[in-house]
């Protein structure tokens, strides 16, 4: 949160690729500006925050390769 820069996500996130963060509308860099942790859920910024800043992170999932080279019946 706010005070500790930490930031648990719902789900694993294959690395930090498939993480993007943003503060007050700014985009972040990986691996510059936040950090996936070796448990693949935590986002740790390297900024502080002040409580009226605003965070949001969006993580997606990985699509198998299997998946991308099927045909889909219509």
Do not use: F, H
């Not at 448990?39 to 800043?53: F, G, I, S």
Request: with cysteine.
């Amino acid at each position: 949160g706010v005070n500790t820069g930490r930031y648990v996500l719902s789900r694993q996130a294959l690395n930090s690729n498939y993480v993007w963060v943003e503060v007050n509308g700014k985009p972040l860099i990986a691996e510059v500006d936040y950090k996936l942790d070796n448990d693949r859920q935590t986002v740790r910024l390297a900024q502080r925050l002040t409580e009226t800043d605003n965070v949001v992170i969006t993580s997606i999932e990985c699509i198998s390769r299997a998946l991308l080279n099927s045909t889909i019946p219509e």
